[in-house]
T-cell receptor, first 116, second 112 residues
Framework: GAVVSQHPSRVICKSGTSVKIECRSLDFQATTMFWYRQFPKQSLMLMATSNEGSKATYEQGVEKDKFLINHASLTLSTLTVTSAHPEDSSFYIC????????????FGPGTRLLVL | SQKIEQNSEALNIQEGKTATLTCNYTNYSPAYLQWYRQDPGRGPVFLLLIRENEKEKRKERLKVTFDTTLKQSLFHITASQPADSATYLCARGNSGYSTLTFGKGTMLLVSP
């Protein structure tokens, strides 16, 4: 149980384009999902907390107009990187917390974004 | 600020030995600490959670301790196997449903 999927697993795009990443909880409902970014040999950095049916809460220094988050249902959250630039190239990982409680976050497999 | 510090140097051990990884935190004790395993190019996989009022927790070959005096958690893998080679992440949660703050992780390499 507690499986989280992400799509796509890998994306290469041109500078200036927008990229959408999907995060789904497959076998549980998640009122809260999280989006992280990880650079090589660095820790996971929380970008935003996404709550179903409400606006996301962004961490300090994360531009909400650049990283659009939508949590439309209890099993789906999306992150859109708008007007991507090479410095946005990174490993993006989502996680979800089970609606029925518990502090544990279950992570997706991650999305490798490369902006040329 | 609340930090999680893990040894950035890789830990190399021989198969069959016990691996011990360290996680130190700053400021006040978190409500709980979580340990995750991360393989290259993959998302973290949850292993264990230990609460502030728990001294030790076990799961199969894994054992985690929480020492509020030393502000430290130790993560042990007994009878280590090459398949245990990965990066292990420690994360702190300050209250029931708060966000997590992660350390950089420690890479474990188990040689046959």
């Amino acid at each position: 149980g507690a499986v989280v999927s992400q799509h796509p697993s890998r994306v290469i795009c041109k500078s200036g384009t927008s990229v959408k990443i999907e995060c789904r909880s497959l076998d549980f409902q998640a009122t809260t999902m999280f989006w992280y970014r990880q650079f090589p040999k660095q820790s996971l950095m929380l970008m935003a907390t996404s709550n179903e049916g409400s606006k996301a809460t962004y961490e300090q220094g994360v531009e909400k107009d650049k990283f659009l988050i939508n949590h439309a249902s209890l099993t789906l959250s999306t992150l859109t990187v708008t007007s991507a630039h090479p410095e946005d190239s990174s490993f993006y990982i989502c996680s979800a917390r089970d609606f029925q409680g518990g502090e544990t976050q279950y992570f997706g497999p991650g999305t490798r974004l490369l902006v040329l | 600020s609340q930090k999680i510090e893990q040894n950035s140097e890789a830990l190399n051990i021989q198969e069959g030995k016990t691996a011990t990884l360290t996680c130190n935190y700053t400021n006040y004790s978190p409500a709980y600490l979580q340990w995750y395993r991360q393989d290259p190019g993959r998302g973290p996989v949850f292993l264990l959670l230990i609460r502030e009022n728990e001294k030790e927790k076990r799961k199969e070959r894994l054992k985690v301790t929480f020492d509020t005096t030393l502000k430290q958690s130790l993560f042990h893998i007994t009878a280590s196997q090459p398949a245990d080679s990965a990066t292990y992440l420690c994360a702190r949660g300050n209250s029931g449903y708060s966000t997590l703050t992660f350390g950089k992780g420690t890479m474990l390499l188990v040689s046959p």
